[in-house]
C-alpha cells in the first residue's frame, strides 16, 4: 500500500501545485502540449510554476505517482483511485489528517497554559 512502513506526516500543500483561481475560487489547471519521446506531441497538466499534476491537483512525477515538492513519493499511482486521481481517504487520513490534529491540540496546550497563569477575581 505504502512505499514505507510507518509514512511521515505531510501538510497539504506539500503535494498540492501552486494555482490561479477563477471568479469561484475554482483551481486553474493549465494543459500543456510536449514532445514526446517518440515525436508524438504529449499533453500534461501544469501547475503555475510549470509542474506536472495529475486531474485532482496534486504533483505527479513521469509514473504518475503522488510526489511532494521534494520529490519524495507519497502515494504510488497504483493507490490512487483511477478514475479521479483522487487519495483513498484512508491513505489520506494516514498521511495528512493527524498533523493537523496534532497542531490543534498543540494550540489547546500553549491556550491552557496562559489561561490558567491568570487568577481571578
Known sequence: ???????????????????ETDAKRNFIIVKRQLRGSNDKNVE???????????RRGYLVDEAGNVV???????????DLDPR????????????FIPKQIARNQNYRS???AVTAGRRRK
Not at 1 to 19: A, E, I, S, W
Not at 44 to 54: C, H, K, S, T
Not at 84 to 95: G, V
Open 1 to 19: 500500500m505504502y512505499l514505507l512502513q510507518k509514512p511521515p506526516r505531510y501538510n497539504l500543500t506539500d503535494v498540492m501545485g501552486h494555482f
Open 44 to 54: 500534461y497538466l501544469m501547475d503555475a510554476l510549470g509542474r506536472r499534476v495529475n
Open 68 to 78: 511532494s515538492k521534494f520529490g519524495e513519493i507519497v502515494v504510488q499511482r497504483t
Open 84 to 95: 479521479t486521481d483522487d487519495i483513498p481517504a484512508e491513505i489520506f487520513k494516514e498521511l
Open 110 to 112: 500553549r491556550r491552557r
